[in-house]
């Protein structure tokens, strides 16, 4: 069967589309954007319909998830992308760079791309546009954990083993935490035998994903482990007794999150990928996006962080002033056989 946006988006069953009901399908113009497929989002789909006001007959449909399967569709296409644009963190884009499916940004035409701090641009890579960011900290339960750790190598203190939760590194959060070990005891970020070696000391309990690691804490399977600020946050509004340490010696962590163009889209697709790319930067969504219930992270200059968000988003001088991000670039191709390496060693 012949690779086209139709057939391809058929096959996928969790999509949210915004449409000017008024104007007939064969007269709009659809953008298709791999995006998250849950409540996260809900800032992709406010700039959608905003960008549909500014151009009647655009509309926007929000594919959840982005795999190497996707990856392969949008290089095989030649000439017909199945997908417009994406969001995307650092690992995928190395990953997408290496497939050569990217089309870099023009940020000449992102206007509200000079208001994003300069820390965040280098994580674009040279293609995409920064438009928020997640935390990498430690999640724990406040019935059990009185004085939480505040560095990466407290973990170590011995007062955790057999208590903690570790993510497989097929997950980013996983492989970001095996690199954070490397770089809190002085070593390269890409020494994944250091880190498994490292993590074996505590002896942890495994989680497969962010959103199960998030579970065992609630479960009282564990009593602390690192976790994504979002999905600390997320538990924690839910009456739950979590905390969140905002670890440094690295850090605070954060992960960006891009805006990515694809090769191989219709003509006229870059004009309304950068405007789209342009809404996202503006206080409006922004203060969305950094808000309850999603808590990202936001990387535009002069949004305040919300109260409710300040204990797991940067927001203090000396926190803003230690944000930093992993060399993903170094370490992010190692991900295959650092996840055959975990398995053997933590499969009990």
């Known amino acids: 069967m012949r690779l086209t946006r139709r057939t391809v988006l058929g ?28 409540d996260q989002d809900a800032p992709l789909i406010a700039a959608g319909a905003e960008l549909g006001r500014r151009h009647p007959g655009v509309s926007l449909q929000v594919i959840g ?7 392969a569709q949008i290089k095989a296409a030649r000439g017909n992308s199945p997908y417009d644009f994406a969001v995307m963190g650092s690992p995928a884009i190395i990953n997408a760079l290496a497939e050569d499916v990217l089309v870099p940004l023009d940020f000449s035409r992102i206007s509200n791309s000079a208001n994003v701090d300069p820390r965040f641009m280098p994580y674009g890579y040279d293609v995409g546009q920064p438009i928020w960011f997640e935390g990498i900290g430690v999640a724990y339960d406040t019935t059990k954990i009185s004085t939480p750790p505040t560095t990466w190598a407290d973990l170590w203190s011995g007062e955790y083993n057999g208590r903690i939760g570790m993510c497989r590194p097929q997950s980013n959060l996983g492989l970001g935490v095996l690199a954070a070990t490397c770089e809190a005891f002085g070593m390269a970020q890409d020494d994944m035998t250091f880190a498994l070696e490292k993590w074996q000391e505590l002896d942890p309990l495994v989680g497969r994903s962010p959103p199960l690691l998030q579970q065992m804490i609630e479960r009282g399977e564990v009593d602390l482990a690192p976790l994504w600020h979002v ?31 694809f090769v191989n889209t219709a003509e006229g697709t870059a004009d309304l990928v950068h405007e789209f790319t342009d809404i996202l930067l503006t206080p409006e969504i922004q203060t969305m996006a950094g808000s309850a219930p999603i808590y990202f992270g936001t990387v535009v200059q002069g949004i305040e962080v919300p109260a409710d968000a300040a204990p797991y988003v940067p927001s203090t001088p000396e926190e803003l002033a230690g944000t930093t991000s992993l060399d993903w670039p170094s370490f992010a191709p190692l991900r295959g056989e650092t996840v055959e390496t975990f398995d053997r060693m933590f499969a009990a």
């Open 11 to 38: 096959g996928l069953a969790a999509t949210t589309t915004l449409a000017s009901p008024s104007i007939l399908r064969a007269q709009t113009r659809e953008l298709v954007m791999i995006g998250y497929g849950n």
């Open 65 to 71: 998830g982005l795999s190497a399967e996707a990856l």
């Open 231 to 261: 999905n600390s946050a997320l538990a924690a509004s839910t009456g739950l007794p979590i905390g969140y340490a905002k670890l440094t010696g690295p850090g605070p962590l954060m992960l960006p999150t891009n805006i990515v163009q």
